[in-house]
């Protein structure tokens, strides 16, 4: 018997339990039970924009419906693929649900790529998991910051890269919305040590949170966005709330000189349209300040799809170059990681459904770090 929690793609705050029968496997595949995962706005992210950045095709359902990938851990209990042995233990991209049937290639001492043929356009970085033999660090406490923290750090990595490897586009400052978010503290951390200006914009409630943090030079609600420096800058827009986007816009105006789309923490007030790619034209939303039809000051928000760039750094740094450059910053910024992560478990089914409805209501605590296993 399985059990996934599957999402409405046309109602994303009506989600679901389903159960079923496991099919047999065929040769070359393996059976890879899912013992816990990591679960936060960067998991609603993918929903958002699931149709837009083909996410729901990772771990098809029923029409109509998605599994919400997540990052975590698993262990193979069954294999007809050769070289692949039970009880080997990897750490990916998983559904949101309690196993997966994997077809294992490119297997080596580091891990393996899935190539199962519905994922076979897909992102590849995406596809790769990693053997956690390869890690740093081991135990149970690495595993929960690893599953928590290190797919938004490596997200906050390749925003940081990308703007190193535009010359920062001429800026000296960069400005985050929902600035408590998990990969807003990893990117500003890694444009901080860099020695970038960074000023965090987050909800009145968090601001001495955010502040604690040591990653923002300066930290500002929402209603104090016209305190922000008149210095050339990025924007980082984690919250894909178009109202602050067009207030941040206005208040640099031409001392604006990137402004990125990282994702939605604010769900409602998506702006998932602006500029995301060519074929995404049709899902602009223009009913709203015209942000689409130009009346935004400054240029254009772009997203930012972090596989490109992992595929860049890739072909120029090899995959240990990027895997080692990554983590050597990787084991900088966790070092102070549970200074400020409480975590929270969720070890049945009922209660991650909840947590699923919660977080995507905008009940988070920026503080908690929600520890998932369906099969407890």
């Given amino acids: 018997m399985t059990s996934f929690i599957e999402i409405n793609r046309?109602?994303?705050?009506?989600?679901?339990?389903?159960?079923?029968?496991?099919?047999?496997?065929?040769?070359?595949?393996?059976?890879m039970a899912i013992q816990k995962f990591g679960f936060s706005t960067n998991n609603i992210s993918y929903v958002q924009f699931g149709d837009m950045m083909s996410y729901w095709d990772f771990f098809p359902a029923e029409d109509g419906w998605g599994r919400v990938p997540v990052w975590g851990f698993a262990e193979v209990?069954?294999?007809?693929?050769?070289g692949f042995s039970e009880g080997q233990r990897f750490?990916?991209?998983?559904?949101?649900?309690?196993?997966?049937?994997?077809?294992?290639?490119?297997?080596?001492?580091?891990?393996?790529?899935?190539?199962?043929?519905?994922?076979?356009?897909?992102?590849?970085?995406?596809?790769?998991?990693?053997?956690?033999?390869?890690?740093?660090?081991?135990?149970?406490?690495?595993?929960?910051?690893?599953?928590?923290l290190y797919p938004?750090?490596?997200?906050?990595?390749?925003?940081?890269?990308?703007?190193?490897?535009?010359?920062?586009?001429?800026?000296?400052?960069?400005?985050?919305?929902?600035?408590?978010?998990?990969?807003?503290?990893?990117?500003?951390?890694?444009?901080?040590?860099r020695g970038l200006h960074t000023v965090g914009l987050t909800s009145a409630g968090n601001v001495e949170f955010t502040k604690s943090l040591g990653m923002y030079d300066e930290v500002f609600s929402y209603e104090e966005i016209d305190k922000i420096s008149l210095a050339p800058s990025n924007y980082c827009d984690f919250s894909g709330n178009r109202?602050?986007?067009?207030?941040?816009?206005?208040?640099?105006n031409e001392n604006l000189k990137y402004s990125m789309m990282c994702g939605g923490t604010q769900f409602n007030e998506s702006v998932a349209g602006i500029r995301a790619s060519d074929s995404a034209k049709s899902a602009q939303d223009s009913s709203s300040l015209d942000i689409a039809k130009g009346s935004l000051k400054g240029p254009k928000p772009e997203f930012l799809f972090a596989p490109t760039q992992i595929a860049k750094r890739t072909t120029e740094w090899g995959r240990e170059g990027l895997h080692d450059r990554v983590d050597e910053k990787w084991l900088l910024f966790i070092d102070n990681a549970l200074d400020w992560m409480k975590l929270e478990d969720f070890n049945d089914e009922a209660s991650i459904l909840k947590l699923y409805d919660d977080v995507y209501g905008g009940k988070i605590d920026p503080k908690a770090g929600y520890v998932c296993r369906m099969g407890s």
Avoid at 77 to 82: F, L, R, T
Avoid at 100 to 116: A, C, H, K, Q
Avoid at 154 to 178: C, E, K, L, P, R
Avoid at 243 to 252: A, D, Q, Y
Wanted: net charge negative.
């Fill in 10 to 31: 046309k109602d994303h705050a009506q989600a679901r339990i389903v159960h079923g029968t496991s099919p047999e496997l065929s040769m070359g595949q393996a059976r």
């Fill in 77 to 82: 209990i069954e294999s007809k693929a050769q």
């Fill in 152 to 193: 938004l750090f490596y997200t906050g990595f390749m925003m940081d890269d990308y703007f190193f490897d535009n010359n920062d586009f001429g800026a000296t400052q960069v400005v985050f919305s929902s600035a408590s978010s998990k990969t807003a503290i990893s990117t500003a951390f890694l444009c901080h040590n």
């Fill in 91 to 148: 750490f990916g991209y998983w559904p949101m649900g309690d196993e997966l049937i994997v077809e294992p290639t490119r297997i080596d001492d580091r891990g393996f790529t899935d190539g199962s043929a519905h994922r076979s356009h897909l992102a590849k970085a995406y596809n790769w998991y990693y053997n956690v033999n390869m890690f740093s660090r081991t135990g149970d406490l690495y595993d929960t910051q690893q599953m928590l």
């Fill in 243 to 252: 109202h602050i986007t067009f207030e941040v816009h206005e208040r640099l």
